[in-house]
């Protein structure tokens, strides 16, 4: 039946706690002597190494070996930590009626002890035992507590967040094992001289029980996770294996001790270096997994290549290991908690932050109960003021140690607004569509770290998040299809809520800032036409008739045109503004000039002071364009003897009014002309610039309006030239 990950989380701690405590009160029951020992270089030796003030021996003077209690000859073997040392058999059974014959001793209202001073002399001296105190437990015993519970409760928060999946039951299990193996060894390898053969026996006995369920455990972990490796019977098989091997070794059916649980470990921990070599080749193909495999592989190997180099190895080959059995789970304890780190970065059983999230939250709830109580009870303190205690610790002690923890853990690189403002500025600048794509690819993978980047065909549009997380799919955009972004921050995280935004803030931005690349492209190649189109019909036109004109004053008088043309299409590709004044009084005195020429006369009074007036290129080069094509069309077909030219003012329009006495148009082609239909160059130019072009031929004569609007241009001034060459360079 699956239960709620609080309630499976409340359990273990609860069965930790009471287990941890059983543990202290089974250290604490044998008598005490006061005396912190150690085996001698003899076997019949046991150093002194230190007298407690207060104890019961506290009274003997420089006691340098502990002889015999009662009269029972002591040996160094006596303070073995941990009977698995011991071979053969027989050798442990001795030791466990030994230790069974000196509990029976230390439990006299008083005994004789004999001890040899630093002297040399042997003397006897009569104490009396008392109860163990707390405070002399050593290091090493708390030591192997806390790696216990450590590992029993980040093994079964993940089983509690996990527990429908195999990986996180087996990892759950193993968890459960070290903490009876490092709890019950905890016990007996603190003793001072002896537990008792029976309790002895019984604690070595889970000790390596929980040894073969955390091994085992582990090995059958990396069978199944990330990938399923073997079927069910197989690893009901390897743990038939390892549970037949353990029982053997209960009933010293083995040939020796060492190749009992040691052998039996050993063997687990290799076969986990085979599993994780096979699931290496297994996720070939699979990066998320194959970083997983990584990370996992890593942290086991650290640990387990540990212990059986300075633990279970020596051991095996008949050596003294190298470390106590403290250090050992001490290294054990790692891989626990680097599989808690990979669950932040690598997504290790499909938890993500908010499994870290409760976890946090879970561990403020008991320490503030746990600093309460302590207050409480310990240093008596009233409720209230142990309350307020309890929260100022929590949250100015440990509220910011969560913090950083968090942002350890959970940490992912990071691209400030100005990066990723000037990134896009690049993509969308670049010179050409597979560069913009690539780029933007490039960017996304800048932004998200992914260890799988899929250029999509179908349209997409919104970032939208796939497959639990794993994936995010980017929209469509003017730079670049769709692309599929897998596995982020290199496997070590989840998209969320959160990088959606973000995605989607960037597509927008590039979006916009490619509309806009895209309006400037057209307006270039609007002014390139309009250029070309002045080139070709005012320059080009004019330079084609002087070639057929046979009086060299006329060829002068066009080539001088054309050059006049080609300076304003120059002034153009400039940026240059004009006044309207000034425009209006060089056409007035080209026109002039023109008329004159051809033997006509013409009445063009001056404008009026237009001169605050600039006009940009488009607007000028069109007008006087317009002009000089009427004033043509008047000399060469209107048999006029008379040109009228009038300029005025409406608001913020101009109107210019060209009128002849010549013969005039017919009245279908005038109407043609004016209702728009059969518009001529002159007015679509005038089109152009928003304005019109009106014909009138109801008298003797031709009439011709122009009307255009005035759009004032604020002429740059020196500064902002500067400027803004300054900051188009490099």
């Known amino acids: 039946m699956r239960r709620s990950p609080l309630f499976v989380i409340l359990a273990a701690l609860v069965c930790g706690a009471l287990t941890s405590a059983g543990a202290v009160w089974m250290a604490l029951q044998p008598p005490w002597l006061g005396l912190r020992l150690a085996p001698g270089q003899t076997s019949d030796t046991v150093l002194v190494l230190a007298v407690h003030p207060t104890g019961p021996s506290s009274h003997l003077r420089e006691p340098r070996f502990l002889k015999a209690l009662d009269g029972f000859p002591l040996k160094a073997s006596d303070l073995t930590e941990d009977p698995d040392q011991l071979s053969p058999y027989s050798s442990v059974e001795a030791f466990m009626d030994r230790q069974a014959l000196l509990r029976s001793a230390l439990e006299k209202p008083s005994l004789r002890i004999g001890f040899e001073n630093a002297a040399g002399y042997q003397t006897e001296s009569t104490i009396s035992p008392r109860p163990r105190p707390l405070s002399d437990l050593p290091a090493g015993f708390w030591i192997q507590i806390a790696c216990g519970l450590g590992g029993l409760l980040i093994s079964t928060w993940i089983w509690a967040l996990r527990q429908g999946d195999a990986g996180a039951r087996l990892f759950g299990l193993s968890g459960i094992g070290l903490f009876l193996s490092a709890t019950m060894a905890a016990v007996y390898s603190s003793r001072e001289i002896a537990l008792g053969g029976m309790l002895f026996q019984a604690l070595s006995f889970t000790n390596h029980l929980g040894g073969l369920?955390?091994?085992?455990?582990?090995?059958?972990?990396?069978?199944?996770?990330?990938?399923?490796?073997?079927?069910?019977?197989?690893?009901?098989?390897?743990?038939?294996?390892?549970?037949?091997?353990?029982?053997?070794?209960?009933?010293?059916?083995?040939?020796?001790?060492?190749?009992?649980?040691?052998?039996?470990?050993?063997?687990?921990?290799?076969?986990?270096?085979?599993?994780?070599?096979?699931?290496?080749?297994?996720?070939?193909?699979?990066?998320?997994?194959?970083?997983?495999?990584?990370?996992?592989?890593?942290?086991?190997?650290?640990?387990?290549?540990?212990?059986?180099?300075?633990?279970?190895?020596?051991?095996?080959?008949?050596?003294?290991?190298?470390?106590?059995?403290?250090?050992?789970?001490?290294?054990?304890?790692?891989?626990?908690?680097?599989?808690?780190?990979?669950?932040?970065?690598?997504?290790?059983?499909?938890l993500g932050e908010w499994a870290f999230r409760l976890a946090f939250y879970f561990a403020a709830a008991l320490m503030l109960f746990a600093i309460d109580a302590a207050l409480i009870f310990v240093l008596r303190l009233d409720y209230g003021l142990s309350l307020g205690l309890s929260f100022l610790v929590v949250g100015f002690g440990y509220l910011p140690l969560r913090d950083f923890l968090w942002r350890r853990l959970t940490a992912t690189p990071n691209v400030s607004n100005e990066e990723l403002f000037q990134r896009i500025v690049e993509v969308v600048l670049s010179p050409s569509p597979e560069v913009r794509s690539q780029r933007w690819r490039d960017l996304m993978e800048r932004l998200f770290d992914p260890l799988e980047a899929e250029v999509l065909t179908e349209p997409?549009?919104?970032?939208?998040?796939?497959?639990?997380?794993?994936?995010?799919?980017?929209?469509?955009?003017?730079?670049?299809?769709?692309?599929?972004?897998?596995?982020?921050?290199?496997?070590?995280?989840?998209?969320?809520?959160?990088?959606?935004?973000?995605?989607?803030?960037?597509?927008?931005?590039?979006?916009?800032?490619?509309?806009?690349?895209?309006?400037?492209?057209?307006?270039?190649?609007?002014?390139?036409?309009?250029?070309a189109r002045d080139l070709h019909d005012d320059v080009g036109a004019r330079l084609l008739t002087s070639l057929h004109k046979p009086d060299l004053p006329e060829t002068r008088e066009t080539i001088r045109s054309a050059m006049a043309d080609l300076r304003v299409v120059i002034g153009g590709l400039t940026g240059k503004t004009r006044p309207l004044g000034e425009v209006l009084a060089d056409l007035r005195h080209e026109t002039i000039e023109r008329v004159e020429a051809a033997g006509l006369r013409i009445s063009w009074p001056a404008a009026e002071d237009f001169n605050p007036t600039l006009l940009a290129y488009g607007t000028y080069n069109n007008l006087v364009s317009t002009m000089r094509e009427i004033v043509s069309n008047a000399l060469k077909h209107a048999q006029a003897s008379m040109i009228t030219v009038r300029v005025t003012a409406k608001g913020e329009r101009v109107q210019i009014e060209v009128g002849d006495d010549g013969v005039g148009l017919p009245q279908a082609a005038s109407s043609r002309l004016s209702s728009g239909l059969g518009l001529s160059s002159t007015a679509q130019r005038m089109a152009d610039i928003g304005g019109s072009l009106t014909v009138a031929a109801d008298g003797p004569g031709t009439t011709i309006s122009l009307e255009f609007p005035i759009s004032p241009v604020t002429a740059p001034t020196e500064d902002a030239l500067t400027a803004a060459s300054d900051a188009s360079r490099p």
């Open 213 to 350: 369920i955390c091994s085992g455990g582990l090995a059958l972990l990396f069978l199944v996770y990330p990938r399923r490796l073997v079927g069910p019977r197989t690893l009901q098989l390897i743990a038939c294996v390892g549970l037949a091997w353990f029982l053997l070794d209960a009933f010293h059916w083995l040939p020796s001790p060492t190749y009992g649980i040691h052998g039996l470990v050993a063997t687990f921990f290799i076969l986990i270096f085979v599993a994780i070599a096979a699931q290496w080749i297994a996720t070939a193909r699979d990066p998320a997994s194959r970083a997983i495999i990584r990370w996992l592989g890593t942290c086991v190997a650290i640990g387990t290549c540990t212990f059986i180099a300075f633990v279970s190895g020596p051991l095996l080959l008949g050596l003294e290991p190298v470390l106590s059995q403290a250090a050992a789970f001490i290294f054990l304890v790692l891989i626990y908690a680097g599989i808690a780190v990979g669950v932040s970065r690598y997504r290790l059983f499909e």
């Open 460 to 531: 997409v549009p919104a970032p939208v998040i796939g497959h639990d997380g794993l994936e995010m799919i980017l929209p469509t955009t003017s730079v670049s299809p769709a692309l599929a972004l897998r596995y982020p921050w290199g496997g070590r995280g989840l998209f969320n809520p959160n990088h959606v935004a973000v995605a989607a803030q960037a597509t927008a931005l590039v979006q916009q800032a490619d509309n806009s690349r895209q309006a400037f492209e057209r307006g270039a190649m609007e002014e390139r036409r309009r250029i």
